[in-house]
């Protein structure tokens, strides 16, 4: 099956062909054999841990989603989509997943209010000025004598405004899911990241 054979090409080429700056994107074939994927790695990771992450995950995609038509695979520090519908350049924030990490603050509502709201509200402006990486992190302490690492990535495909909105998207689900209860956590949509954690080393938000 030609449609078959494009998507290993292309998902198998992802990790060979990533650049410095941890991202890649192709299209192959036509008509109803066509491909789009994008590879993303985290904005400070060196590039042979990004590829070998990217090989990972190319392979794991493979693996579980053999016969579908769009699917995305997160991997330690880097994620992988592909689908057979144009979107490179458009944001989605149709599937979304979340993991969580750790215990719960001992009082999460203040921990969100406080701590958590006001640096996330200044993440989103930054990622989306930060150029192709359009990635931002912040440093803070919290309750409980915890210093937080929080982040912010987009994929380099969007524009400015998308990266935003893609963002925005996540910052204002955060209350309804309770996520931000967890001393770490990863809010996790096709074209966008919030994450955040105790330590920067595991940090692993894909």
């Known amino acids: 099956m030609v449609r078959h054979t494009n998507l290993n090409t292309l998902v198998s080429s992802l990790s060979r062909n990533i650049d410095s700056d941890g991202f890649y994107n192709a299209t192959i ?50 994620l992988i989509r592909y689908s057979n519908e144009s979107f490179i350049g458009t944001m989605s924030t149709d599937a979304r997943s979340i993991y969580y990490i750790l215990g719960d603050f001992s009082n999460p ?34 309750p409980d004598f915890q210093t937080i690492h929080a982040l912010v990535q987009c994929t380099s495909d969007l524009s400015a405004q998308s990266c935003y909105a893609c963002l925005t998207a ?29 330590t920067h080393s595991s940090m692993n938000y894909y």
């Open 109 to 142: 509502q203040l921990f969100f209010n406080q701590y958590l709201a006001p640096v996330l509200t200044s993440l989103p402006t930054r990622a989306s000025a930060g150029g192709k990486h359009k990635f931002a992190a912040n440093v803070f302490r919290a």
């Open 170 to 198: 996540i910052y204002s689900s955060l209350p309804d899911c309770e996520c931000y209860a967890k001393m770490g956590n990863y809010y996790i949509m096709p074209s966008c990241i919030v994450g955040m954690n105790l």
């Open 29 to 78: 074939g036509q008509d109803q054999d066509r491909i789009s994927a994008i590879a993303q790695c985290r904005a400070d990771v060196e590039l042979q841990a990004c590829r070998d992450c990217i090989n990972n995950a190319s392979r794991l995609i493979l693996e579980k989603c053999p016969s579908k038509k769009s699917a995305f695979e997160v991997y330690d520090v880097c």
